[in-house]
Nanobody, 124 residues
Framework: VQLQAFGGGLVQVGGSLRLSCAAS??????YGWFRQAIGKEREFVAA????????RYADSVKGRFTLSRDRAKNTIYLQMNNLKPEDTAVYYC????????????????????WGQGTLVTVSS
């Protein structure tokens, strides 16, 4: 499976961006987004299962970010609203062919496929 992420950029505090991640070459069962800021470890943002069901969000993005997917386009999205300076990071989409339970979706080590990352910079 190949993942290609795009949609990052420079945005002001309070602004919005939508990240996209196009998948090809296989079936996705679990998918999500992680991010890594300079000098920090990669952290979980949001994840869900391709078949549907509950979506997990990091506490820091709840109510501001929305994860979704388009079955026909085999693409996943991360709508980010009310962006804050602390959201500045490289965002990575991730996917796996296994359907992980809700409690495991936030574990980056369970995802076999990763996109190349797209930079989001929130300026104040």
């Amino acid at each position: 499976v190949q993942l290609q992420a795009f949609g990052g950029g420079l945005v002001q505090v309070g602004g919005s961006l939508r990240l996209s991640c196009a998948a090809s070459g296989g079936t996705l069962s679990s998918y999500g987004w992680f991010r890594q800021a300079i000098g920090k470890e990669r952290e979980f943002v949001a994840a869900s299962r391709w078949s549907g069901g509950s979506t997990r969000y990091a506490d820091s993005v709840k109510g501001r970010f929305t994860l979704s997917r388009d079955r026909a386009k085999n693409t996943i999205y991360l709508q980010m609203n009310n962006l804050k300076p602390e959201d500045t990071a490289v965002y990575y989409c991730a996917a796996d062919s296994h359907t992980w339970n809700t409690g495991s979706l936030s574990r980056s080590d369970l995802y076999a496929y990763w996109g190349q990352g797209t930079l989001v910079t929130v300026s104040s």
